[in-house]
């Protein structure tokens, strides 16, 4: 078993046994920390498919993040008021169901986003993926139906088949699993020929044209997959704060995803993942000392970026390999 | 005489006020070493380009087997079979020589939607992969990333990825640069075995390679093909010997 | 436009049948173009410095909105404690100039060789700096900064209306700095260099300039446009932390319409945005209220027009990736 290997399997253990422990000993603060950690780190899987894999620099993943909170809360919220969405389609508050369509409508959004912003690359990709999760946002805040500046509550979780979501540890092994099966999809892609092309394309696209694969269709489906993962992330986001807002779409979010993703090690199987303790317990221990704790998270991030690159995994697990 | 597989029309491109490529036209037949030469800046590189599709023609026109592939970008025009080699070798420096060439292989498959299986235990892509680095032996360097291969073996992998495309034409830019005189004649040999593959349109600068390999040579200055003919009419040609073999000399 | 014109009194009710002539839809008109005028200049100056960084350095700056803060703050505190508004002004121009020196100096020339992922990123950690430092130094509450005195009152327009001095004045400020920069870049020896520094880094070394000084000078000359953008528009908003965001966000979307790296592209990219998009929240909820009810017209319409200028870009972008003016082939 390779070094990375052995340090992945820990952070995944560890991930699960603090939850458990904190449940045992009647702490269930730290299972919604640990759930958290958990749906950040998912959010950030997604992210990690376009930007690690694929080079593609996203800053408006806010954006797919954002929409899937907003699927879960407007299907709830219908669903609540026993409202159907539009003509005779129902709402409705089971997981499964809401996460199939939070993870399809970021998709959806993201196809046309993508097919606009990949025909450009470098800062302008950049940029305009900003300014279409901008779109997004401004849209949001002054659409009143759902809530515009002031967000949308949830009165309860939404429900999963033979699970009570209310109590913090259910609902944190739901998003565990989650998590799991996304770092499992996520690890099959990066081996397969979808994966192979593109890697290929963030290495060298113009290779990748030469032999007769167009580099855009690549980028444009990994783009697709990976707004999808973060919508899913999203969904599961309200769920646990039952609330969503403008904030979830704010491009502080997008910030927030990619510094996850360089705390933990890009392009790393389980980056996102230590990223997010990372970053996560940052908030929390210095959120704890004193009120200002984003001017000291800056401090770290500006340090880290200067001097210490390749993020947790870099420094845990050594250089990345590609047979 | 057989069709041409390449057909190039009068083929115009300009920088500004500078003619880069003004109106050439050739043809790359079967069987064929067609060799490009000229002295440097003469524009057979953005001749290179527009007919593998990294730069558009400004007019005139390019058939590849007789269909018109002028608004085809480069994957288009590499999916139809013109495997092209890069001037300064252009690989997935991660990727090891292996992955390089089964991206080839792949993408003759037509398969790059397929998210699941993985490629190292997929023996449709290692073996046919493995294959072309056996035919430029460096299968001993396989699992080396490109990244860490010397120049002379990143000008071979170029040539088995082309390889592993089963084109119908090879571009070649330049592919004895940096080889050393011994390299160079071995890939001379090499090359020479290839034109009952597929013909091939040969940018190069080593002479002895382009009298040994070609079947028929153009020479191009200033954007212009002033010469195009036999090995022994351009070698014997007044104007070519001035314009170009004399500078050489 | 008699058709738009009805919608536009269903959705403003206030003022009376009768003074819905023509020529009060025409004042009206005129007011927002200038408008729209007015916040395409300010948006000129936030541009203006990022692309020309951009151009120079080949740096994305995102902690750019934090250097319009800064201008912001120092305009207003310094006008609190003289009492006067030009000596604020004075200041933010030396106070964002000085900071972007003190940055440029200290983090950014670190990041002229690294991927853009690094810059991103470092200029984002930057924003959480400058952002919760400014809150730190003047409190969550905003500040206000009142407009001076010598440029108090209003114009009358054609056809009735007054529009506000002030906002004539930022008018005039963003032409005087479009024509400035024109004659700085074409005429000067630091224009020549900055010239030499976008087509050729080499070349400049050649020329025995000192390209760590050029690079600083340039990025305190954009830190000083973006603080004046800031201290100008900071009488008419309040100021406060995270002012700087949105309208860099805008200064985004200018230049990649006008094409990175372009003064030129900046400017035109800023009077099409300013201007779109306040004519598009000024014109969409009325020419919908001419197929649906005033109070629905009036939602829906600003929820689109707050996602027009962003269509713009897309369909600008599909016929021009690079912009209108890009500055490389």
Redesign the interface.
Known sequence: MSRETTVNLLLALLLLGTPLLAAGLGEPFYVTLATRVTVLALAAVGLNLALGLGGLLSFGHAAFFGLGGYVAGILATHAFNAEPLFADIPATTSMPLIWVTAAAVAGLVALPIGAVSLRTSGVYFIMITLAFAQMIYYFAISWPAYGGEDGLSLSMRNAFPGVNTAKPLPYFLICYAALMAALLLFRAIEGSRFGSALQAARQNGTRLAAVGIAPFHIRLVAFAVSAMITGLAGALYADLNRFVGPSMLSWHMSGELIVLIILGGKGRLFGPVAGAMVFVFFEYVLGGITERWQFFLGLILLGIVLFARGGLLGLLSGKPRHV | MSEPVLEIRDLRKSFGALKATDGVSLDLRPGQIHALIGPNGAGKSTLIHQIAGSLKADSGTIRFLGEDIGNLDMAARARLGLARSFQISSLAQEFSALRNVMLAVQARQGSSFRFFRQVTRDKDLTEPAMAMLERVDLAARAHVPAAELSHGERRQLEIAIALALAPNAFLLDEPMAGMGPEGSKRLTTFLDGLRHEAPMLLVEHDMDAVFALADRISVLVYGRIIASGTVDEIRSDPEVRRAYLGEAA | MPGLHAGIRSVIHVLPNEAWTGLLFTALLIEQLLNGLQLGVMLFLMAAGLTLI?GVMGL?NLAHGSLYMIGAFACATVAAATGSFWIGLIASLAAAAGVGAIIEVA?IR?LYDRD???Q???T??????L???A??LFGSFPLYLDIPLLLQGAVPLPGGGQYQLYRLAIIGVGIAVAVGLYLLISRTRLGMRIRAGESDREMIGALGVDIGTLYTVVFALGAALAGLAGALVGALQSVQVGMG?PVL?LA??V??IGG?GSIKGALVGAVIVGVVDTMGRFLLPSLLALTMPASQAT?IG??LA??LI??V??LI??FR???LFAAQ?
Do not use: C, K, N, Q
Not at chain 3, 124 to 129: D, E, G, V
């Open positions: 951009f994305i983090v670190r853009h992922l690094d991103v990123l470092a984002f950690a930057l924003i959480l700096i952002s919760e430092g809150r730190w965001e966000i985004f979307v230049i990649v990175i939602t600003a929820a707050s996602m962003y269509v870009m897309a972008l599909a990736p690079s912009g082939a």
